[in-house]
């Protein structure tokens, strides 16, 4: 990506596949699954081995990092952190 290029917008696998008609069908024939087989990836997270397929396929709207998340458990999230509201 150059200097000048616009950032990536990333989203998860059901907001991509909902985006546009047609993409579960097509995104199911490139990973050799089922149309079914997306909904399920879209509700319960893209399996490991399909991970950079999807990302490949959808040119990174869906990044590794929002499938991993995803995919993880929430007591595994790293916690945010409260802002200081030290005055300085």
Known sequence: M??????????DLKTWLNAERGRHKTLAAHLGASPSRMTQMADLGVPLKYMLMVR??????VSLEDMVRARTPPEFL????PKSSRKG
């Open 56 to 61: 490949d396929f959808t040119a990174g709207e």
């Open 78 to 81: 790293p916690k945010s952190k």
């Open 2 to 11: 150059g200097l000048g290029s616009p950032k990536l917008l990333c989203m």
